[in-house]
C-alpha cells in the first residue's frame, strides 16, 4: 500500500498574507502537515495547483484527473476547495479509473485557529486505504460518493443531493 | 451510519497543569475536538476513563470492552495511550464483537504544538466507517490489524510485529 | 496602577468567516487574549469599533478620542489596524492628555498561525505603565512617537519619519 | 537602543519530548518567537542556560549575571522559569548594574495552547526600552521591583511581599 496526495489549493492551502493583508497561497503547507502526521506509509504529495476552487478551469480539472491517471498509487487524495469539489469529483468519477480517490478540503485554512484541515486530511487517508475503488468526498465526518453529494453554502457543510 | 468515540485518556488527551507544572488529565478535550471537525454523522463521546495508559489496568480495559459491547453503533473509534494501545486491541480483539472498532490516540497531545491527535482521529473515523467488521490500529497513518502491531518506542512508531 | 484597552478592530482581531469563505470582525478576541495574558492589575476593555483601519473615518477617531478622555485610568492602550493608526495616533496625539496612550495592532491576526498579535499587546501593556504621559505607537518591539512614525507599506514595518 | 535576550530555560522554553513523553529542553524556541515578534531593534539573543529553574544553582545564576555585565546593550530580558526567578532577580538586583534588566517567564510552555509566553516577552520587550536602569520582574500584566516580589505558588501568580 502507498498513497499519493494530490494538492490543488483551496480553502486548506490559504495562507495569510501579511503585506497585501489577505488570504492568498504561497508554498502549500501539505509537506509539513504530512511530516506532523507521521505517517509511515510510502506518500508522495504532488502539487498540481494552488488556486481557490471558483477560479478552476475546465484544464485545471483535466490535469487533476490527468494526474490521478498517471499515479502510480491506488490509493489517492485530492486536497480541493470546497466550493467546486462535486464539479472536479464527476470529472475523475466519469473516467472511472481503478483507483481509490478521496476529495476532501477545509472550511477553515489550515494556518488558522479551529481549522478542520488536519481532521480531514486524515479521515481522507484512512479511507483512501480502506474503500473499493471509486470517487469519493470526504468532509463533515461523512463518506459521499461523487454523484451524490452536493454542498450547502448556506450552512457550510456537504450533503447527500 | 453513526459513530462512538470512546475517550479513556491517553497522551491525546493530556492537559498542562499550570499549577503544578505538569501534564496531567483535566475535562477531555474531545468534545471541542468533534466541534472543530464538524462532524455531521451522528456522534456519541462517551469518557470511559481518563489515563495515562500505563496506568490501565485490566479493569479498566474491561470497562472499555463493555462500552464497546453495549456501544448500538456498529462504528467505534477508541482514543487510547500509545504504549500499551495494543494490549487493550487484545481483550477487544479476542471477543470477536461483530462491529468495526479502531484505537488511536497521539504521540503529542492535542494542545501541543504539532500534534499528530486531530489527523489521528480523522484517520480513525473515516476507517471506522469503511472498514469490515473487526479491531485495527491506526497511527502513522497506517492501518493494523489488532493482532499484528506493536509500537517501536525507540523510534515512536508503530509497526507490523 | 490600572489599565484600559480600547478594541477598534483592524487586523488583530480579524476573524475567518468560514460561510462566506473571508477574514471579518466578528466578537472581538480580546477577552480571550487578556484571560490568556493572567493579567491580575484592574483591566477594563472597551470595545470603541470593530473596523478595518482603512473604512474608519473621522468620526470613528473622535469616538476614539473620547474614550481616551473619558477613561478614568491613566493608562490606555488602544488596538488598532496598522494602515492608519498613525493618523489616530495624530488625533490623539493633538489633544494632549494627561495620559500615556500606546497604540498597537498586529500585522497577522490573532488566530492565525505566526502572530505578532499577543507579543505587541504585551508591549504595548507593558509600555503603558512605564513611559511618561504622551500618545505612542509601539510596533516591531520598538517604541515611536506618534508624530515620528509611518508605516512602510512595501515591507510591512513601521519606522520613523 | 538595542536589545539582549538571554535565555535560561524554564516553562517559557519547554519542549515536549515524544519518544520520552514528557516536557523537557531541546532547542531554544526563541530563535522563532523573535523572528515572530517582527521586532526590528537590533536584537541579539544568548542562551545562557535550558534549566527547569528549580534545578538552578549558583554557578547557574552567576553565570546569569556575569553575561549582564559583559552584554554592551543597556536593555536586557531574561527568560526564566518563575519558581526561582526572584532568587535570581535577587542576585543580579544586588550587583546593581547601570542597566534595566527584566525578567519574565511563562505559566504555560510557549508550545501549549493559551500560554502566555508571548505577551510576557513582549511586556518584557517594551519595559526595557522605557524604565529607569534597575532590576524588574515582569509578570501578569504588573512590573515589579527586583526586591519586592515572589511567586503565589498556590495561584500561579506574582504579588508583591
Excluded at 71 to 99: C, F, Q, R, Y
Excluded at 112 to 128: Q, W, Y
Aim: proline residues 2%.
Amino acid at each position: 500500500m502507498s498513497l499519493r496526495i494530490l494538492a490543488t489549493g483551496g480553502t486548506f492551502d490559504k495562507h495569510y498574507d501579511e503585506i497585501a493583508g489577505k488570504l492568498t497561497f504561497a508554498k502549500s503547507h501539505l509537506p509539513d502537515v504530512i511530516a506532523r502526521a507521521r505517517i509511515t506509509l510510502p506518500t508522495q504529495l504532488e502539487i498540481v495547483a494552488m488556486l481557490d476552487s471558483l477560479d478552476m478551469q475546465d484544464a485545471d480539472r483535466s490535469n487533476v484527473l490527468a494526474a490521478c491517471q498517471q499515479a502510480t498509487e491506488a490509493a489517492i487524495v485530492i486536497i480541493h476547495g470546497t466550493d467546486t469539489m462535486s464539479e472536479t469529483a464527476h470529472v475523475i468519477g466519469n473516467a472511472k479509473l481503478a483507483k481509490t480517490i478521496i476529495l476532501t478540503g477545509a472550511m477553515i485554512p489550515y494556518e488558522i485557529a479551529n481549522s478542520d484541515a488536519l481532521f480531514n486530511l486524515g479521515f481522507a487517508c484512512g479511507i483512501a486505504q480502506a474503500l473499493p475503488h471509486g470517487v469519493y468526498i470526504a468532509m463533515n465526518g461523512q463518506i459521499f460518493n461523487w454523484d451524490n453529494v452536493k454542498k450547502n453554502r448556506t450552512q457550510g457543510v456537504f450533503i447527500q443531493k
